[in-house]
């Protein structure tokens, strides 16, 4: 079993910005492709960013690509979002998922954390 613990989010004005990290535990989280997801208030859960475990690759969505950045530190099994230029429709529970594909990460990720919730303020 693999454990995602979230944290980081919180309350922020419009370009402002956070930094989310996901602690990871248990079954050797350090080989797994991890990433970030959000649901936003009434939408589906959607796919934020993935990175695979050596750090090489990454996918961004079209979102929040060139405002979003993901990042992975293995020797301490946390995975960072680093979140700028945040606009209202940034609102969501973001939530972290890892699996051992970055390819099944962005689609059914089986391992997930609980949630840590990210508010932009107008």
């Known amino acids: 079993q693999v454990q995602l613990v979230e944290s980081g989010g919180g309350l922020v004005q419009a370009g402002g910005s956070l930094r989310l990290s996901c602690a990871a535990s248990?079954?050797?989280?350090?080989?797994?492709?991890m990433g970030w997801w959000r649901r936003a208030p009434g939408q589906e859960r959607e796919f934020v960013a993935g990175?695979?475990?050596?750090?090489?690759?990454?996918a961004i969505a079209d979102a929040v690509k060139g405002r979003f950045t993901i990042s992975r530190d293995n020797s301490k099994n946390t995975l960072y979002l680093q979140m700028n230029g945040l606009k209202p429709e940034d609102t969501a529970t973001y939530y972290c998922?890892?699996?051992?594909?970055?390819?099944?990460?962005?689609?059914?990720?089986?391992?997930w954390g609980r949630g840590t919730q990210v508010i932009v303020s107008t």
């Open positions: 998922a890892a699996d051992n594909e970055l390819s099944v990460v962005s689609r059914t990720p089986y391992y």
């Open positions: 248990g079954r050797t989280s350090s080989s797994l492709a």
């Open positions: 990175i695979e475990w050596t750090g090489d690759k990454a």
